[in-house]
T-cell receptor
C-alpha cells in the first residue's frame, strides 16, 4: 500500500514554462485535493475533486488547472509558470469530503526562476 | 479568514506539557489538527466536530469551544517524537473546505 504518491519530487522551471504534477492514490478514496504550502502561510487549497468526474476551485486556483483522470489519479497543471508559484505542492486524498481524514503525499518542491 | 495559531513556536523539555491554540473570526463547523515534521507530509491527528464528536488518536486530546470559535490541542508528557509543526485546519462555511493556520512549531529537547 503506497498511499498517496506524487511525481516529480523536485522541479526547476523557467518563467513561462509549463508542467504537470502527477498524483495517485491506492486507497480507493473518492476525494482528492491539491494544496500549496509557502513558508509561514500553512496550506492553501488550490483545487479539489469531491468524486471522479468533478473538480472545484479552492482558495487559490488562479494559474492552475486540474484533471481527475480516474478515481486514482488527480493531476495539477501549470500552463505558464511564474516565480510566485514557487512552493511545495501537496496532493491529498480522503474517503469523502465530509470531515474525513486527509492523507497527504510526500510533496513536490517547485522552483520557478 | 486564516485562523490564528498560538504560540508561533514553543520549546519544551521531554516530559513537559504543551497547549496549542487555534482561533477563528468566523463560526466553525469543524477543526482538524495535523502534525508535519520537517521535509515530510502533514499527518492526521484529530478532527473535532460541531456538537462535540471527535475522531482521532487516543493519546492526543483536544477541545473545541464553538462559542469562542477556538480549539486547543493538548500534548501531555511530551516525547521527542512530538517535535514538528502543528497545523489546524478550520471549516468555516460548511463546504468541507479547510482554511489552515500558519502553524505552531514545537521543539522537544531531551
Amino acid at each position: 500500500n503506497a498511499g498517496v504518491t506524487q511525481t516529480p519530487k523536485f522541479q526547476v522551471l523557467k518563467t513561462g514554462q509549463s508542467m504537470t504534477l502527477q498524483c495517485a492514490q491506492d486507497m480507493n478514496h473518492n476525494s482528492m485535493y491539491w494544496y500549496r504550502q509557502d513558508p509561514g502561510m500553512g496550506l492553501r487549497l488550490i483545487y479539489y475533486s469531491a468524486s471522479e468526474g468533478t473538480t472545484d476551485k479552492g482558495e487559490v486556483p488562479n494559474g492552475y488547472n486540474v484533471s481527475r483522470l480516474n478515481k486514482r489519479e488527480f493531476s495539477l497543471r501549470l500552463e505558464s509558470a511564474a516565480p510566485s508559484q514557487t512552493s511545495v505542492y501537496f496532493c491529498a486524498s480522503s474517503q469523502g469530503t465530509e470531515r474525513e481524514t486527509q492523507y497527504f503525499g510526500p510533496g513536490t518542491r517547485l522552483l520557478v526562476l | 479568514q486564516q485562523p490564528v495559531q498560538s504560540p508561533q513556536a514553543v520549546i519544551l523539555r521531554e516530559g513537559e506539557d504543551a497547549v496549542i491554540n487555534c482561533s477563528s473570526s468566523k463560526a466553525l463547523y469543524s477543526v482538524h489538527w495535523y502534525r508535519q515534521k520537517h521535509g515530510e507530509a502533514p499527518v492526521f491527528l484529530m478532527i473535532l466536530l460541531k456538537g462535540g464528536e471527535q475522531k482521532g488518536h487516543d493519546k492526543i486530546s483536544a477541545s473545541f469551544n464553538e462559542k469562542k470559535q477556538q480549539s486547543s490541542l493538548y500534548l501531555t508528557a511530551s516525547q521527542l517524537s512530538y517535535s514538528g509543526t502543528y497545523f489546524c485546519g478550520t471549516e468555516m462555511d460548511s463546504n468541507y473546505q479547510l482554511i489552515w493556520g500558519a502553524g505552531t512549531k514545537l521543539i522537544i529537547k531531551p
